[in-house]
């Protein structure tokens, strides 16, 4: 079994930044890639950013250039940072990490942290 604990959403005003985090416990082995996914009032989940085992990022371009996807060495905490926050960027942030690959992957998540955005 495997736990991801988010931490670090808050309310902010535009233009302000947060970090955060998210904590992997458990069984964890084969990871494929860890990320961030948002989930705005009325909207469907949505990929934030994601970075692989070997350290490729991707990031939706709506926040290209604002936020940054990092991880720690033993890829059992990975973080965002997120810089000129809008208040578009207001939702509930979910943390993932995909183990396996292809037909054998598994997505584990987190039970997410609020960001709130204020104009």
């Not at 000129?84 to 690959?101: F, H, I, Q």
């Amino acid at each position: 079994q495997v736990q991801l604990v988010e931490s670090g959403g808050g309310l902010v005003q535009a233009g302000g930044s947060l970090r955060l985090s998210c904590a992997a416990s458990g069984n964890i082995f084969n990871i494929n890639a860890m990320g961030w996914y948002r989930q705005g009032p009325g909207k469907q989940r949505e990929l934030v950013a994601t970075i692989t085992s070997d350290g490729n990022t991707n990031y939706a371009d709506s926040v290209k250039g604002r936020f940054t996807i990092s991880r720690d060495n033993t890829k059992t905490t990975v973080y965002l940072q997120m810089n000129s926050l809008k208040p578009e960027d207001t939702a509930v942030y979910y943390c993932n990490y995909r183990m396996g690959w292809g037909g054998y992957s598994r997505d584990y998540w987190g039970q997410g942290t609020q960001v709130t955005v204020s104009s």
